[in-house]
C-alpha cells in the first residue's frame, strides 16, 4: 500500500512528518511482511490536486532533507535484502474486522454516534505496547489456532461467528466480545430476547436495554477502570461479574463478565474501556493465555519478529523520545553493527537486528 | 401525546430514561389532567427507522425492568382511576403562547439569533420550581380571569393582544412582557416610533436601538440580576425603572420597568434573565398578585392539584435527589398508603395524595 | 464606500456600535481622504431582508440618540469643509495586495487553511498603532517612492514583482516578503527548485517543505518572538538569520532572514508573527528605514495628516478608554476649540487639528 514520504494534501492543515517519521513508518511496513516501500509520489507534483502531497524528490528537488531521507531509507532497504521471504509467525492472537459490520454501525438511528474502528485500534494500540504483534482476520475466518480472538464490536455477526468463537473457548481460549455486537441478523432484524443475541449463550450474559453516554461523558467500574461512549444494562446470567459500573446510567449492574467453559473464557466488555484500562485488561488476557512479548515492552516501541525457518530478525521501531534498550544480541541492519549483549533503539530511531 | 418509555432514537446519543423516570413523566402528565398514558411503541421494533426507541416490551421481552415498569405503571394508573373525569383548576397565572410569533423570530437577517421557546421554558421552570401551575395559552384568548399574564418575546403580537393585556392591568393584574416583543404588524412591517410599537403605551417605555450580546455575553443589572442574550437602549417615558443594567452595550439605561396603573402593573423585562433572577423576578410577581403555591414548594418539584368538585387529589413529583416532604394528609394513591400529617416523596418518586 | 452608523444585518449576532463609534468610524474615512460620508442606509427599512440594519433615521425616528449622532456628524463634518480638496500625503511605506493571491491561498488542496487577509491586516494594524500611514497598493504598481514595501503572503506574484521588489531594496529600501509568497506561475505550477520560487533570488532562502501548525499552535523563536500557522523548513542561502525557529516543526531553521545590497535589505518572516512580534519587527524597520510617526503614537489610537500645500490637518482617533494627548498646536475642528500646546483626545473621542 502507498504511503507518504511526508505531508499528505487531503486534510485542513497538512503537517510534514518529523525526521524519522518516514524511516520509522516505512520499516514499519517491512516489520510485519512487506518487501518492498511504496510511495505516492516519485516526483512531488508541479501541478494538479496533489501539488502539495509530499513525494520522493520535492519540489526543491534532489538537493533537500527529505530526497537524502530517501536515499538513506534505500540505503537501509539494501541491507534489508536478506529477509526477503522471510515471514511474520503467525499470531496467537486475533482481532476478528468486518467491514459490514462498520457499516452497520454507521445506520443512521442507531443508538449513538459510534466509530467502528476506534474500539479495534484501541485494542491493538494496547497489543503493539505490550510488544506483542497480533493478526487482524476477517471475521469469517477460520480461528483454528488462535489462543485469544478479540471481537470489537461486531454489530453484525457474519453466519457461525459464534459456533467459531465457542470453538476457541473449548480449546481453552480467551474470547472478548465488546459491546454493541451480535445484535442483528443479516437483514438488519433485531435478534430479540436479550442483547446480543448472537452471542449470548457464548457469553452468558442477557442484555435489556443500551445506555450510552453523553458527548465526553465517562463512567467508572468497580475495579477503577473508566469506560466510554457506551454502557449497557445486563445480567450476568450465566458467567462471572469481573467488574460493576459504579457510575452513569448502569450504576451497579455488571460491566464486564467472564464465562469460563472448558478451560477456556468468554469475556463481554460492555463499555469502550479507556486506553489505560484497556492496557491492564490487555496484560490480564495475555498472562491467561501465557502469552510472551517479542522482547521486554515499553509503550510507544513497536516489536515485531520475520522469520524465514532458519533466521529471524527483530525490528524495534521507537516512537518515543526515549532511548529504549532492546535485550537481543546480533547484527543491526540499519545502523550495520553489532550488539553483543542488547542494542540501543534511539529516541525516534529503529533497529532491525538478526538475531544470533 | 404520545411519549417513551426510555430512550428515543433520533439524538445522535439516545439516552434511556433512569430508574423511575417513566413513572414521573407519566405523572407529569396526569398530573396536568391526562385521563391515560399513550407510548410509542408497544413492542420494540425488531426493524425499521425506529428500531432503538424504546416501546413497552423492549427486544429483551417481558422479562426487563423496562417491563416491570410498564406493569408498574399500570398498577399505579389503576389506583389513579378515581382521578377521571376530575380537572385541574384554572390557574390565576398564564403564559401567552403564539407558533406565528416562534416563526418570527426565526426569520433570517434578525437582529441575533434567538430561540422562541428559551423564554417561555425559563418562566415556566420558575414557576414549577414555586409550586404554582401556570396556563399556556394562545395570544388570542381571551384573558379574564388571569391576574398574572407573562408575555415573552411575542415578536408579532396578534391583534388586539395590547388591548387584552391592558384590561388585565385595569382589573388590577401583573402583565410582564419580555424583549423584542410586539415588534411587528401582521405583514412583517416594523411598528415605527420606538419599540416595542404593540406594547409602548401599556409599558411606558420607548425603545431605541436592540443591543443583542456576543455568543455566551452576560451583563449585569442594578439589583443584582443577570441578563443574557438580548439587552436594549430604551426609555422609561412613563414607567418606573425597577433596575438598570450596570455593564454591556446598553449600559446605565432600563433594563426593567414597571407602569402602574388601575392598581395593576405592566412590567418590561429587556434582557432574558437567567434561572436564579428569573426565579427572584417570578417571586416578586406572585407575591404582588397574592398567589399561593400548591403547597411549600422546592426547586426541581412539581405541584399540581386536580379537583372535581367534591375531590381534591395533590400530585408531588420528586425529580430531585433528596427526599421532599409534602405537609398534605390523605391517602397516596401511588404506594396505597395513608399519610396523617404530611407525605414524604422520595427522591426522584411521586405521591398522589387524596386530600381529606 | 458605504458604511453602517450602527449594527449590521448580516452576522449571527448584530451588536451596534457604542457610543462615539460612529463618528470615529465616519472620521477614519475622511481622515484618509474621503470628502464626504457614506451610509446605507437613511431611514431604516420598514421591512424587507435589510429592516434591522442600522439607518441614520432608526425605526424609533429622529427623537433618538442615533439621530442626534447624526446630526452631530453633520455639524462635525461642516466644520471640516475646509479639508475639501486636501489629500494624504503618499507615504513612504507600502503593503503589496492582490485579489488573484488571495484567490489563489483559498484554493483546495492547498498546505494550510490561510486567510489571505490576516497577515495583511496584521502588519497594517501594527503601522496604523506605530502612528505610521501606509499606503495600500496593487502588487502591480510601480514601487517607485517607496522606502519599506511589505509583501504579506503573494502565493501568485504578478509578472515583474521580484524585478520591482529588487528596485527598491537597489535603492536602499526595506522589503519584507512573508510565507507562502512566490510559490506558482500564472497557470497555478510550481516554481521548482526550492520556496519561494519568484523570490528564491531577491530573499538569499531556499526552502525545502512547508510546515503549517496544528489549530491553534504556535511557535517561538530565539528572539522571543511568536509564530502562529505556518513555518518552513529552509535554508539562508545568501542571508542573514535573524531568528530561529526553537520549537515546532521547523526547530533549529530559519525563521526571519536579511539578505543585504546595495544599502537595501529583503527580509524574509517565514510564519505569521503573533500581534507582539509583529509591532516589534515593524518598529525595526521603520527604523532601519528613518520613517517618523505623524505624531507620538500609542497603541489604538490612529493618526493621520492631511494636506492641502498651504495647511495641514492631523487626525487622532482614539479607540481606547484612555485620553491621549496629541502634541500638536492648532485648532480642533472636532471641537472648535483651539489648542495652544497639546490636544486631549478624549478616550473614544476624536479632534482634527488645523496645524498652526
Known sequence: MEHSTSAVNWQPRNIPKAPGEMLRNSLGHVARGADGVLFFQWRQSRAGAETYHSGMVPHAGRDSALFRDVVRLGDVLGRLGELRGSVVPRSRIAILWDQEAGWGTALPAQPTSLTYLDQARRLHAALVDAGVPVDVVPAT?????????LVPTLYLAPEGTADR????????????????????DAANRVLLGGYPGEFRELLGVRGEEF?????????TLSDGSVGEVWTERFTAVDADVVSRFTSGPSEGGPAV?????GGGSAWYVSTRLDAGSTAAFVATLLDEAGIEPVAAPAPGVELVRRVDGERSWVFAIN???????????GHDLVADARHESGAVVPAR????????
Do not use: K, M, N
Open 141 to 149: 475466518d477460520d480461528l483454528d489456532g488462535y489462543d485469544v480472538v
Open 165 to 184: 468463537l465457542a470453538g476457541v473457548v473449548a480449546r481453552g481460549g480467551q474470547v472478548v466480545v465488546t459491546y454493541f455486537s451480535g445484535i442483528v
Open 211 to 219: 445506555a450510552p453516554l453523553p458527548e465526553g461523558g465517562t463512567v
Open 257 to 261: 463478565t467472564r464465562r469460563r467453559s
Open 319 to 329: 516512537h518515543t523520545d526515549e532511548d529504549h534498550t532492546l535485550a537481543v544480541a
Open 349 to 356: 530511531g529503529v533497529v532491525v537486528v538478526r538475531e544470533d
